[in-house]
């Protein structure tokens, strides 16, 4: 493992890109995710965004949590763990998990990969080390925290498969959604999978720590073909939620970090319902799911589309126009691509449904003059934006 | 095995019995399923060559609770709870003290201890009278609290504020959760009465007079004595174990034994049946667990079919047995310095001063044995001649404190062990070693491969206060129920505890018929 034995002279470490990224800052707008340094901007948010949904941005992942769970009952481990059934996940595949505490709430959600038979890679937002190992007694499994010896950058857009070829890996056209390739970058080995947080086509190729910056290069090195553009985790923010991507511990109050009664969320309310199957066997939470189940869903975290083009921000949600509080918006952007205030917002439900009306009631600033105002919110059950270009195989070329 | 059953008991020891008698009682079908040749546990009879019967583990009990006395009608099927004993505190010197219920005596001991005795002795009763609401009914939820359990906790607080009296409630709360080194040496002179007080209250557990927690478990202790005396268990029909089994198997209950369980099936989060050794499966209706939970949870049901947090608790039950077991088989009467053959039918006990016990503890914390352990002695065959041939005398002795974990394990130290202990007994008794016919020594560990406890605990899992009440054995299963639907426990793991009192079987068999029994 990778120590670093100065990390206490710095407050945030650096990742391996970071050289070239802090070289391209304009903004020096920085903040800490995972004990790494990361921007928020990194030059202009609105090239970042638009290279997302229109050209190529390119954002380091390394602070992302990884974890390599191996052994005999790394599967039957994983099994017990996930709310999913991943008994049809191949070596090579990839696929979206969550999992819950004892009462079916919520503790995070990830990506889990599959390299071999007894060989995974489980990714998530949160530091999840504590967890993963109680969940391992009873198990013959190897669990590891590979969060430093793993360099991962995003590389997210139309143009994304053609600047990664253009930019020297080959071998990509027939990746699938959720596949992973082990390839090469000129003489750098990579690991790329099709996938991302962003909602369009896009790869994360993984690098040793050691060729981080010789793959940053080759890919920008093809900047003047491309738009390629570096970016920062504001621009995330808003594709993901045109994606209709949640993230736990922002949108909803994560199992492990809850300390009032009630605030913690289940899969079923936060909208996650189809990763849980109860009745796979049995998984950690399932016996509250089921008690959970039976009753009407009580709220749910709702995509919503909030009429006008005021900044809604954090804002109540009411059924009906002065009607009853019934929730809250949790996360909210202006879509430049779909010209619409999107949100995500924790709602209650009534006797199981959803209010058939929906205000949102907000404030916000003209001038620096604060003004209330009401917008009707239309709830949707489809992710805003879903380009076609996405899961093409193979992606269009440019 | 055609029969239906409601009911399968894992287990056949007294909570099982009691449990099997319950249920059987109310109409259910019940099996009771135990390992080995004989029921009843670690309280059933053990026997050395052909010649010599010994008791059980527990050699020295209480009487049975006497709800369950009545309620399973024990008496008719020949229960008499034993001739009650002194403890008779040995003294290096020759200076023993006799210590009753209410009086002790001795030379040398100063009059004012012994007026401190009976008033601290009726203090404490008090106290566990107060506390017999919690000790005898199922532990009461904290959390979306049902009405029996309301009754509990309304009871309790009258038996402590009414019943106590403002004065003597505040004694019991500054004393509830501190240490009996504390109190006694607030109390107490006498070194050797200490001593054999202190004994008493950490009998059994990983803890020295100055663990936390020690006043508690010497009250669970004075609860069990509210009931009767202390008394020997020596063998014969009168004893709780067989007339368990009569009132059990009277009322329809089946006791199968050398029938050892080696799985609780599961099927869709309920249980359903459980596998033997040779693969047979046995289904049942209901599932109870008389077995400790470690063992129920970790072996028989298993990790994967428990949520993460719940299977982690289970891991964490702190429970290894200190207790070490010596039967001597003798061919005359041992003579002990200063007391007459009369005053040896009663308990003796080498547990001279608190620091004497602390200082074993502390040897056994280090994975270590300590040259001079606690010892809790017993003669059976002074109350039940028929326990070895004429002239010759059975002896059993608590050994505490013993390590589960020996530093550099037990294979080579077992015997060694052993003849330290007769040695140190030598030193109260020099004729015994010349009397020893045969011996039988069990650790820890030896009590966990034959009785099936984890550890070798006595109690299934400590008595501390994290593992007591709502919390034992553990969070989310405090309650005689699990989290594995139709699967419940009925052990010395569960409220209120070890000690022959049946309280957990009873408690587990009401819950299991609140619960809609075998619907």
């Known amino acids: 493992m990778n120590i670093n034995h100065d990390h206490f002279r710095q407050a945030l470490q650096r990742t391996p890109f970071h050289d070239r990224i802090s070289a391209m800052s304009t903004t020096e707008t920085w903040t800490g995710w995972n004990t790494y340094k990361v921007a928020r901007v990194v030059d202009k948010l609105s090239a970042e965004y638009f290279a997302v949904r229109s050209g190529c941005a390119v954002m380091d992942l390394t602070p992302m949590e990884k974890y390599r769970i191996t052994g005999k009952d790394a599967y039957a481990y994983l099994d017990r763990l996930l709310t999913r059934d991943i008994s049809t996940l191949k070596p090579g595949r990839v696929t979206y998990v969550v999992w819950c505490d004892d009462a079916g709430k919520v503790i995070d959600d990830g990506t889990l990969f599959q390299f071999g038979e007894q060989d995974y890679r489980l990714c998530s937002q949160h530091h999840q080390l504590d967890w993963l190992l109680m969940s391992a007694s009873g198990y013959d499994v190897q669990i590891e925290t590979e969060t430093h010896d793993v360099a991962a950058l995003a590389v997210q857009g139309p143009t994304s498969y053609s600047v990664l070829t253009a930019a020297g890996i080959g071998g990509l056209e027939q990746l699938k959604p959720f596949g992973i390739a082990d390839l090469h970058c000129g003489d750098i080995p990579v690991t790329v999978s099709r996938t991302g947080y962003t909602g369009d086509l896009g790869y994360e190729v993984w690098v040793e720590p050691a060729n981080a910056l010789r793959l940053w290069d080759a890919i920008f090195a093809v900047q003047g073909q491309y738009d390629i553009q570096p970016m920062g985790l504001d621009a995330l923010e808003m594709v993901r939620i045109e994606a209709g991507f949640i993230m736990p511990g922002f949108d909803f109050n994560t199992a492990e970090s809850t300390i009032r009664n009630g605030y913690d969320r289940s899969p079923y309310e936060v909208g996650l319902g189809w990763v849980v199957n109860l009745d796979k066997g049995h998984f950690t939470g399932r016996k509250a799911l089921i008690a959970e189940k039976a009753q009407p869903i009580k709220r749910r975290l709702t995509k919503i589309v909030v009429d006008g083009n005021k900044p809604v921000g954090e804002a109540f949600i009411y059924a009906g126009k002065g009607g009853k509080l019934v929730g809250e918006i949790k996360c909210t952007i202006w879509s430049p691509v779909l010209k619409a205030n999107l949100a995500l917002a924790d709602i209650d439900y009534v006797n199981g449904h959803l209010p058939k009306k929906l205000w949102a009631r907000f404030d916000y600033q003209r001038e620096l003059k604060w003004r209330t105002a009401w917008a009707e919110c239309h709830a949707q059950s489809k992710p805003f934006y879903v380009p076609e270009h996405k899961s093409a195989t193979p992606p269009k070329r440019f | ?519």
């Not at chain 2, 939820?141 to 049902?146: A, D, Q, T």
Request: glycine residues 10%; proline residues 5%; contains cysteine.
């Open chain 2, 1 to 519: 095995m055609t029969e239906r059953n409601d009911v399968i008991i894992i287990g056949a020891g007294h909570n099982g019995l009691v449990c099997a008698a319950y249920l059987a009682r109310a109409g259910l079908n019940v099996l009771c399923l135990e390992s080995s040749s004989s029921a009843g546990g670690m309280s059933a009879p053990r026997t050395l060559g052909d010649d010599y019967q010994f008791p059980g583990l527990a050699h020295l009990s209480y009487p049975v609770a006497s709800a369950i006395r009545r309620d399973l009608k024990l008496d008719k099927f020949g229960y008499i709870p034993g001739k009650a004993i002194d403890t008779i505190a040995l003294d290096a010197g020759g200076n023993h003290l006799t210590i009753g219920a209410n009086s002790v005596s001795g030379s040398g001991l100063a009059e004012s201890d012994e007026a401190a005795y009976a008033e601290f002795r009726k203090q404490y009763l008090d106290f566990a009278k107060a506390l017999s609401p919690l000790f005898e009914n199922k532990p009461p939820r904290l959390k979306n609290i049902p009405f029996a359990d309301k009754t509990t906790l309304a009871k309790l607080g009258w038996n402590v504020r009414m019943g106590l009296g403002r004065e003597t409630m505040y004694e019991l709360l500054r004393v509830a959760a501190i240490n009996i080194y504390d109190v006694l040496n607030e109390t107490f002179e006498d070194d050797r009465l200490k001593g054999a007080i202190a004994a008493d209250a950490v009998m059994g557990s990983a803890m020295g007079p100055r663990t936390p927690g020690t006043v508690l478990t010497w009250l669970q202790r004075l609860h069990s004595e509210l009931g009767g005396p202390m008394s020997l268990q020596s063998g014969g029909r009168s004893q709780l174990v067989h007339a368990l089994t009569q009132s059990a198997e009277d009322a329809g209950a089946r006791i199968q034994l050398n029938t050892h369980v080696e799985k609780i099936l599961v099927d869709n989060g309920k249980a359903f049946a459980v596998e033997l050794a040779d693969g047979e499966m046995l289904k049942a209706k209901i599932v109870i667990s008389n077995a400790d939970p470690r063992s129920t949870f970790g072996k028989l049901v298993g990790a994967p079919l428990l949520d993460a947090m719940f299977a982690n608790r289970v891991s964490q039950i702190r429970g290894a047995g200190v207790v070490a077991k010596l039967n001597l088989a003798l061919s005359g009467m041992p003579e002990f310095e200063g007391l007459t053959e009369a005053q040896l039918a009663n308990r003796l006990l080498v547990a001279p001063s608190m620091k004497y016990i602390e200082h074993a503890f502390n040897h056994s914390k280090y994975g270590e044995y300590s040259e001079h352990p606690v010892l809790d002695i017993a003669i059976p065959s002074l109350h039940n001649s028929s326990l070895a041939p004429d002239g010759h005398h059975v002896m059993c002795v608590n050994v505490s404190f013993v390590p589960y974990d020996l530093e550099g394990g037990w294979e080579d130290e077992e015997t060694t062990f052993a003849y330290k202990v007769i040695s140190q007994l030598g030193q109260y008794s020099p004729n015994l070693k010349s009397l020893i016919v045969d011996h039988e020594f069990l650790t820890p560990r030896d009590v966990e491969t034959q009785f099936h406890a984890v550890q070798g605990h006595w109690h299934h899992g400590e008595l501390s206060i994290h593992q007591s009440f709502m919390m034992r054995p553990l969070h989310g299963a405090a309650q005689y129920d699990t989290p594995i639907d139709k699967l419940f426990l009925c052990g010395a793991g569960c409220h209120p505890g070890g000690g022959l009192t049946g309280l957990p079987g009873r408690n587990a068999a009401k819950r299991v018929l609140e619960s809609g029994g075998a619907k």
